[in-house]
């Protein structure tokens, strides 16, 4: 198939699709004699694992690594357990960072003053303790 029939049976752009070929995510594909790339079922495949990975917000370069242990389908797969455990702590760290985030911002979320001169939100940015929270 052509490129444009990979990007619609992935439902992933061809911009995207030759970036992830420069990348080495997507083998390079086989070209024809008019010089047309010629893509594959398994290019389908591969790309909607990679958008899906995506959607959970994996790396490139783990990405990467979860489409070469493929190639292996009778190694341990440790290190795709160890590449899942660490994008779950990060998720986890972020959701971390986005509560505090969410506290800071709630003690800033009102002000009672009607002048930008007077507005209490800007003064407590303004306020080295305020950059604490």
């Known amino acids: 198939m052509k490129i ?12 995207t699709i030759r970036f992830y070929e ?11 004699e008019n ?3 010629y893509y594959s079922q398994n290019d389908v495949e591969t790309l ?8 959970l917000n ?23 357990d160890e590449i899942i455990a660490e994008q779950l702590e990060h998720i986890r760290q972020t959701q971390r960072e986005l509560a505090k985030l969410e506290i800071s911002l709630s003690s800033l979320v009102s002000c009672e003053n009607h ?7 800007l003064k407590r940015l303004k306020d080295e303790d305020c950059h604490g929270n």
């Open 58 to 80: 994996i790396a490139l370069s783990d990405i990467r690594r979860l489409v070469e242990v493929q190639q292996h389908p009778h190694n341990s797969c440790a290190v795709v």
């Open 4 to 15: 444009s029939e990979l990007a619609l049976a992935s439902q992933i752009p061809v911009k």
């Open 115 to 121: 002048q930008v001169s007077d507005c209490c939100i």
């Open 48 to 55: 909607i694992f990679i958008r899906r990975c995506r959607s």
């Open 35 to 37: 010089g047309y790339r």
């Open 22 to 32: 420069q990348e080495g995510l997507l083998p390079t594909p086989k070209r024809m």
